[in-house]
């Protein structure tokens, strides 16, 4: 666990974390701990779910949203892009 060392706090705010640790009954750096992290609490991202990432195909059933209608489709379609992908003679996307 690290420390912090904060320089030239303004008179105002050393009295309110004095006065908030008095009257919690805790030390002026437990009050203070307690603090930051309530601000910081917030401003944290959402922890990373499986929900989020996108699975082959989402990106492009977006983009064709109303033409393609059903999973089965969706599926269909996928499946001929990845063969004509594949397809043999189809041209380099970079000179050569």
């Not at 701990?33 to 991202?45: D, N, V």
């Not at 269909?76 to 004509?84: M, S, V």
């Amino acid at each position: 666990m690290g420390d912090l060392l904060i320089r030239n706090l303004s008179s105002s705010v050393e009295a309110d974390l004095l006065r908030i640790a008095e009257e919690s009954g805790v030390t002026l750096a437990d009050a203070a701990k307690a603090i930051l992290e309530a601000g910081i609490e917030p401003a944290r991202p959402a922890p990373a779910t499986h929900d989020h990432i996108p699975r082959p195909g989402d990106h492009m059933r977006a983009l064709l949203s109303g033409a393609i209608l059903t999973d089965d489709e969706a599926r269909d379609f996928q499946t001929t892009l990845d063969q004509l992908r594949r397809a043999p003679g189809r041209p380099l996307p970079f000179p050569a």
